[in-house]
């Protein structure tokens, strides 16, 4: 049997959802999909042989769905998501961040293991090649005690993007370089290192005009004792420049870059004369015209939607929570102009406020 998925949000994110579900039309049927835009929602629903809805109730009302694909602007997760989960109990596959508050988040998990639903919320980078075997040579113990764990990406949006829809960028519906694009980064810090101890964070809006910030750069200290720093900015012109972990571990070191965390620059353990060898066939992400991995992260989301087999690198429920905190916490500094130890009641924060 078919799974049968219900897209809500036809924009840029549920385009890449789309091309995968036909690729996948083997083991998914797209049955219904739902946009405000009766036009979005009628081209969606011509490439996928599915039909098209302006209102989800309506749409989650009359068709037989086993999971819902959520790609509508973050401030609209927990609003959208809570009637999928709460009134009609249907599985949630949402794009990331999976809220822009704790509160909000924690609300979607709290419903989800309430009525025995799956959550998954889609941070497709954890499932890069290089990231998910340096992550496991991480959990073998092969770099050692971790000392720095340093994030960067330097991508560029100019106001056209954020003039591309009027949430863009706003406090209330999406924050600025960090929550929009950093919340991969976020995620990929908490990800590889676990929970955060303190954080410290400066930003501003330098080079476009909209509510939240385009460049933020913040110092971490995790509960292991390592230090983390990122640096997260779209102001990069002419256009995208990189975007790059690094690890350093007593006995070992790592440094993924490329467009997005998906090629292997450096890697170098002591004892092996050729760490590099130990990744062999995963030292690079392939050229994938659905998007790096994207495709691989909803694969196995789908697999686990429909069979319960989960991966290890599917953010399942409150594995989303520990990134968001972090942002929070990054942005709460900022506001604040100190550092903030965790855990801690964000106060001027501005993030998911006002919706
Ligand atoms: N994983 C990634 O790398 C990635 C990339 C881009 C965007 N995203 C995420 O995807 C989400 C959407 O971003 P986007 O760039 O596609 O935005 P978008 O503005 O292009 O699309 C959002 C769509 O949702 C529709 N919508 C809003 N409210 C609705 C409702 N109540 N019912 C039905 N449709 C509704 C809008 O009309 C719009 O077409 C955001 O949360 C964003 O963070 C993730």
């Given at each position: 049997m078919k799974l049968k998925v219900a897209i809500i949000g036809c924009g840029k994110a549920a385009e890449r959802h789309l091309k995968i579900y036909q690729a996948l039309r083997d083991e998914v049927e797209v049955v219904a999909v739902s946009d405000l835009d009766p036009q979005k929602a009628k081209a969606f629903a011509e490439a996928l042989s599915a039909k098209p809805y302006t209102d989800f109730q309506e749409m989650l009302k009359m068709e037989p769905i086993d999971v819902v694909d959520l790609s509508v602007p973050s401030g609209l997760h927990k609003k959208v998501g809570e009637v999928v989960l709460k009134k009609f109990r249907k599985n949630l596959l949402v794009?990331?961040?999976?809220?822009?508050?704790l509160k909000d988040a924690e609300t979607l998990v709290n419903l989800a293991e309430k009525f025995r639903l799956k959550l998954v919320t889609i941070f497709?980078?954890?499932?890069?090649l290089p990231i998910i075997k340096v992550k496991e040579l991480l959990e073998k113990g092969l770099?050692?005690?971790?000392?720095l764990l340093s994030v960067k990406f330097y991508w560029s949006r100019r106001q056209n993007y954020y003039d591309s829809a009027s949430w863009r960028g706003t406090w209330a519906y999406d924050g600025g370089a960090l929550a929009q694009q950093g919340c991969h980064f976020a995620d990929m810090m908490t990800y590889l290192l676990g929970e955060v101890e303190s954080c410290f964070a400066k930003m501003g809006t330098y080079l476009v005009n909209i509510e939240a910030e385009d460049l933020l750069v913040g110092t971490i200290k995790f509960k292991n004792g390592a230090l983390g720093t990122i640096e997260a900015t779209t102001c990069a012109r002419p256009k995208d420049i990189k975007a790059e972990v690094v690890l350093l571990g007593e006995k070992g070191s790592a440094i993924i870059g490329g467009f997005a965390m998906n090629k292997l620059d450096y890697l170098a353990i002591e004892g092996?004369?050729?760490?590099k060898s130990l990744i062999e066939g995963f030292t690079e992400n392939p050229a994938n015209p659905l998007g790096y991995s994207h495709f691989a992260y909803l694969k196995a989301a789908l697999e686990y939607f429909k069979n319960g087999n989960r991966v290890p690198f599917l953010a399942i429920?409150?594995?989303?929570?520990t990134s968001l905190e972090l942002i929070i916490g990054l942005y709460e500094s900022a506001e604040r102009g100190r550092e903030i130890y965790f855990p801690f009641k964000p106060k001027l924060c501005k993030l998911g406020k006002g919706v």
């Open positions: 794009e990331k961040p999976l809220a822009l508050t497709q980078n954890r499932a890069n770099f050692g005690k971790i000392v092996i004369e050729d760490a429920g409150e594995d989303a929570l």
